[in-house]
């Protein structure tokens, strides 16, 4: 398989066939069951659901409060041949990626939403609402950039590289588009990119308009010992 990088600028950069049709075909079934999602935190139109590859959706659970449970019981895995074989998805991901790469099994997925849905999750948000209205673009994923500060990474492992591997490409808009610089990515099945860290690198992704888009994504650390973790109250 060619790992070669097309750099756009810096770290900015992807590898246009990283995942085999075997691997995508293999993500996309896991992403197209409605089970095991929970919708992130982070969402503020509450359209942006995380989900394991590796945990039985029958057997993920919920606190008192309706808040996702981080799957750690050994019978909730199921194993991951296409992850874990020599020169499988996690290997190949060691090879392009800054050490030390955290190895996870996290999809990502933007539900697409009409205006209308988007609307009635955020009518009483006047923040929101302005935003949404100002916002050409109608953002799926308001402008932040990746790593943390330096104030933030007191006591934190700090983190070292970001990436995203785009799953399916059968949707509109979607697009990796960046604060302070001229590039938009559009997303291509099996496409790999690479983000830089940093405010120079804020960005965000447009609306997703026709269907969900799936990814998968991670992040290397200096330490993973001292990485941090994320809990019910920041997931």
């Known amino acids: 398989m060619n790992l070669n990088k097309t750099v756009v600028e810096g770290d900015l950069w992807y590898i246009e066939n990283f995942l085999t ?6 993500m996309y079934s896991v992403a197209s069951d409605p089970k095991g999602w929970y919708i992130t935190m982070r969402s503020p139109y509450k359209n942006i659901g995380n989900k394991w590859l590796n945990v039985d959706p029958s057997l993920i659970e919920y606190d008192e409060n309706n808040n996702f449970i981080f799957p750690d019981k050994p019978e909730q895995w ?3 041949p296409l992850m874990t074989n020599p020169n499988g998805i996690w290997d190949r991901l060691e090879k392009v990626l800054p050490p030390k790469y955290n190895r996870s099994s996290v999809l990502q997925t933007f539900f697409y939403k009409t205006d209308e849905e988007i609307m009635e999750c955020i009518k ?19 402008w932040h950039f ?23 490409d059968d949707f509109e808009g979607g697009e990796l588009m960046f604060q302070n610089k001229p590039y938009r990515i559009k997303p291509k099945a099996g496409m790999l990119v690479h983000v830089p860290l940093g405010k120079e690198w804020t960005h ?7 269907k969900d888009r799936h990814t998968f994504y991670g992040s290397s650390w200096k330490n993973l010992d001292t990485r941090p973790y994320s809990t019910t109250e920041d997931c």
Not at 124 to 141: I, K, T
Not at 204 to 210: D, L, R
């Open 21 to 26: 049709k075997e691997e995508i075909d293999w």
């Open 78 to 80: 199921i194993p991951m």
């Open 124 to 142: 009483n948000d006047s923040n929101l609402l302005e935003q949404f209205n100002s916002d050409s673009d109608g953002f799926a994923m308001g």
């Open 146 to 168: 990746e790593g943390r500060t330096e104030e933030e990474t007191s006591g934190f492992g700090e983190m070292v590289s970001s990436f995203s591997i785009y799953i399916n």
């Open 204 to 210: 965000k992704v447009t609306k997703v308009i026709g």
